[in-house]
């Protein structure tokens, strides 16, 4: 309580301008941040004062907070509850540069090699929000949420898994031209790359926690993804995500989920909701992936492979979406297709109908 009261007065005092007229008060905060037990509001209260103290200098903000001096002010390896707050009260030029503090990754490792599931809980929503407000810069952090995943237990298992998709989402959402340097932006391609060409096989998961969690993420990219050069777009074509979804959703022995694993984990719901969503806000998504879905295996394997029923279920859930016109000019699109490809023999505009609609 003493130092929530030590907290507020020096917040009182930075606030009302009073920081450079009171002796001393820039190593009293740091001594505040660096109590292991203040709260996330003490912690704010402090971090917010000290910005002002230093006149938002960040080298001085930094120098004073993460840097050990001989004083014994400062700490080698700040607290996950700090570095929180410190993102929390940063903007996103300041975020990116706190990536490349090594206690970032100091504190993140320490929390989750302990065995404190609330501390590993922390640690990755740390993570997860310097992505968010930093996509480009904090690209190589997605690889330490992927990480927990792959070796944490459920639910913290589950909860990784859902912060990797809501950073894979911000990172998508970025421009390239955010980077601060080439080297920066390829490497942040290359995390959403391997992440986008991975995280469609958990639809396929044995567990209907990941497929939901994994249908709602990729729903969500390809919803409400943002221009033509985005990463997004440089990354993957959004038909093929359409397709993959669609492939899981006609999949005749998918995981089917009990009544009371649909209580909590709507599969089927989320599938069914998301073709229902893109059929009216996104319709010529559902045009491309049946045009992508045809030609790929055209290309695989000719007619033989379209026949097969894992294609003509999926080209015909999502040729269900679509009236006759937008039908009738798909198919067109795919005959065009063909001919640039130099694919032949070239079925005709009725076998292509054929192969979309059930007779």
């Known amino acids: 309580e003493a130092v929530r009261e030590l907290a507020l007065l020096c917040d009182s005092f930075a606030s009302l301008g009073l920081a450079a007229e009171t002796e001393g008060l820039s190593q009293v905060l740091v001594r505040v941040l660096s109590?292991?037990?203040?709260?996330?509001?003490?912690?704010?209260?402090?971090?917010?004062?000290?910005?002002?103290?230093?006149?938002?200098?960040?080298?001085?903000?930094?120098?004073?907070?993460?840097?050990?001096?001989?004083?014994?002010?400062?700490?080698?390896?700040?607290?996950v509850a700090l570095l929180a707050t410190v993102v929390a009260i940063s903007d996103a030029h300041t975020c990116a540069r706190l990536v490349a503090f090594p206690s970032i990754r100091a504190a993140v490792e320490q929390a989750l090699r302990g065995g404190d599931t609330a501390a590993k809980v922390e640690a990755l929503k740390l993570v997860a929000s310097m992505v968010l407000k930093a996509p480009i810069a904090s690209a190589k952090l997605v690889h330490v949420l992927l990480t927990a995943f792959s070796v944490e237990r459920p639910p913290l298992r589950y909860f990784a898994l859902a912060l990797l998709f809501d950073a894979a989402y911000a990172l998508a959402q970025a421009h390239t031209g955010c980077a601060r340097s080439e080297a920066e932006a390829e490497e942040a391609e290359r995390?959403?790359?391997?992440?986008?060409?991975?995280?469609?096989?958990?639809?396929?998961?044995?567990?209907?926690?990941?497929?939901?969690?994994?249908?709602?993420?990729?729903?969500?990219?390809?919803?409400?993804?943002?221009?033509?050069?985005?990463?997004?777009?440089?990354?993957?074509?959004?038909?093929?995500?359409?397709?993959?979804?669609?492939?899981?959703?006609?999949?005749?022995?998918?995981?089917?989920?009990?009544?009371?694993?649909?209580?909590?984990?709507?599969?089927?719901?989320?599938?069914?909701?998301f073709f229902a969503c893109i059929a009216v806000m996104q319709r010529n998504d559902l045009c491309n992936s049946i045009t992508w879905v045809l030609l790929e295996s055209l290309e695989r394997g000719g007619s033989t492979a379209v026949e097969e029923p894992r294609t003509l279920r999926c080209v015909r859930y999502l040729a269900r979406h679509l009236d006759n016109d937008a039908l009738q000019a798909t198919a067109k699109v795919v005959r065009l297709n063909m001919y640039d490809l130099a694919l032949s023999p070239s079925p005709s505009l009725q076998e292509i109908m054929r192969w979309l609609v059930v007779q």
Not at 47 to 72: I, N, Q
Not at 261 to 269: D, E, F, I, T, V
Request: aromatic fraction near 8%; glycine fraction near 6%.
């Open 35 to 79: 109590q292991l037990t203040a709260d996330s509001e003490v912690l704010t209260m402090a971090a917010r004062a000290l910005k002002l103290v230093v006149a938002h200098e960040w080298e001085t903000f930094t120098a004073l907070v993460f840097k050990p001096k001989s004083d014994g002010i400062g700490m080698p390896t700040p607290s």
């Open 191 to 273: 995390e959403l790359d391997g992440f986008l060409t991975w995280a469609p096989t958990l639809l396929h998961s044995a567990r209907v926690e990941e497929q939901t969690i994994a249908v709602l993420g990729l729903g969500k990219l390809v919803l409400h993804r943002l221009s033509d050069d985005s990463l997004f777009s440089q990354c993957i074509d959004a038909e093929a995500l359409v397709a993959e979804l669609a492939y899981r959703y006609t999949a005749p022995n998918g995981l089917v989920p009990t009544t009371e694993q649909s209580a909590k984990w709507p599969l089927l719901q989320s599938l069914g909701d």
